[in-house]
């Protein structure tokens, strides 16, 4: 049986550090459509222990169909409402301490959303929180379908930093994640026989394209060889898999003090192609790879406190 | 009445230029799932001449059904069926020679959905293409309502480029939009007396927080005084709104021989402020500005196409 980890007495906050926070009379969450003056956040989200995150809604609603399943939770009207209602920029679903949330596609529509995420913890009051990504990657030399626990995000040169422009300047940031909760999930992961979990670095791109050496976007201006040669190097320096969230996310979870982990499938091996050409019911089994490891390691961590 | 820009006898054909697409025995568009084995590419879009690309998957769905009715092809069931079938990663609509494409948040998202649009109009043999981005963006010194008609995108140094990593290193591009499209817009907005639209510079940032100077999102580390500095500076050269898309846009319709436009609405004054707190009625009335503009542009175009 997979650990959950050790516990410790004192409760971790979450953390927003924006000063000029204090001072405002309100706050509308615009992409979320949730506000402190319309909603009352700590009654809708102060019991929330687990944050899953992704990039697709519909995979998203999936989960909390799926968590509410496994934790006995399930909907007696078998819906799961939208909670970021009129709005289609990110979706949103909430079962028990379990709140599921879409990111979009790429680092500037997750940076979004965890700014509000981030805000929206902390006005309900959040403490002891995990925030997961569950994704899609590009693996390298990995037999398609193998779970990648994140050990560090890296950028484009395998740092393991996230650049951004804050107001005009760069401004690197560290995208350390939490090194225990990887270990758990690794070893929730390794419970699942019909697929293979590891832990590597997972190398994020601006781009699905050219971004990440594809030889088959709208424009390429390298050669089969130069490609080859990049993904090697990656390899060489620990990344087994690439996607397109990762470091921007992990950045934003240690500012403001959120254990978190990055738990993506790969879909291809990069190293043999850069088409997705995997039948949809294959595809569709990948994808829930991720969000079964994840709904294992809830239940293990639901049941260690109901322990304590 | 405002004009439907010069004609040119020689067809202006879309241009993918990967010298690798030539030879794929098919090709995926995996984040659209269609793909040139399964679909009849020329057949489905051989005939669009206008594609409208925005963020919000469900604004590109009343976009079509706002067009379908202004050309008069409106369909009989009131259905508009999404072309991106079984994955919601993005949304596309047609009707008549108009394609409707979502691209999510940022550059990223944008910059994925753009390489499968321009391989697809190529694949269906598109010509004489027009391609423009209808959005909301954050205005400077203007109206909340007025709608931008992007003179030139520029980074968040106010430069008319796109900087993007391939293979790890820097690649800089230009983002030269059509002057005369920009200019035909201009025309078209100044007929619309319930709105005013305007010419300047757009830009484009990685984040909507602080990438974007404000003050109220998870984290702040500079003061008002530094906002209200980098905002002044945009203004001074030139930028009249900030959203997080136009550069990638700009600069990958340039490079694959289409025409392009970026016409956005603004939906508050950043010199005044950070939240977008105008009622949902007053901000549904005002992302529907674009939209029309784009009608109006639209239904003069066909008819200068009929009278030639």
Chains 1, 2 share one sequence.
Not at 35 to 62: I, N, Q, Y
Not at 105 to 114: A, E, F, L, N, Y
Not at 213 to 228: P, W
Not at 274 to 281: E, G, K, L, M
Request: glycine letters at 8%; charged letters at 25%; aromatic letters at 10%.
């Amino acid at each position: 049986m997979c650990s959950a980890g050790t516990e410790k007495n004192e409760e971790r906050y979450v953390h927003a550090t924006n000063p000029h926070l204090e001072y405002m009379k309100e706050d509308f969450l615009y992409h979320f459509n949730l506000g402190t003056a319309t909603h009352d956040l700590p009654a809708m989200f102060g019991d929330v222990k687990f944050v899953c995150v992704g990039g697709s809604p519909w995979r998203m609603k999936e989960f909390i169909k799926y968590i509410a399943g496994e934790l006995g939770l399930v909907s007696p009207d078998g819906e799961y409402p939208n909670l970021c209602e009129e709005t289609d920029r990110y979706a949103m679903y909430k079962i028990g301490p379990v709140l599921s949330v879409s990111h979009g596609i790429g680092v500037p529509s997750m940076s979004v959303m965890m700014h509000e995420l981030i805000k929206l913890l902390q006005y309900a009051q959040c403490s002891d929180i995990i925030v997961v990504r569950l994704g899609t990657s590009g693996g390298i030399g990995l037999k398609p379908g193998t779970v990648v626990v994140t050990k560090q995000a890296v950028d484009t040169m395998f740092r393991p930093q996230f650049e951004q422009r804050i107001l005009g300047k760069p401004v690197v940031r560290g995208t350390e994640l939490d090194a225990d909760l990887a270990d758990e999930l690794l070893e929730c992961g390794k419970e699942h026989s019909e697929f293979e979990t590891i832990i590597g670095n997972t190398m994020c791109t601006m781009d699905f394209y050219e971004g990440q050496a594809r030889l088959d976007g709208a424009f390429c201006s390298y050669t089969e060889e130069d490609k080859q040669k990049y993904l090697d190097s990656a390899y060489t320096t620990g990344v087994r898999n690439i996607e397109m969230e990762s470091t921007v996310f992990a950045a934003m979870c240690k500012l403001s003090n959120i254990r978190a982990a990055v738990l993506c499938v790969t879909v291809l091996d990069r190293l043999k192609g850069d088409q997705v050409t995997i039948p949809r019911d294959v595809f569709k089994r990948f994808e829930q790879r991720p969000q079964n490891l994840m709904g294992n390691y809830i239940k293990k961590k639901l049941l260690s406190y109901q322990k304590m």
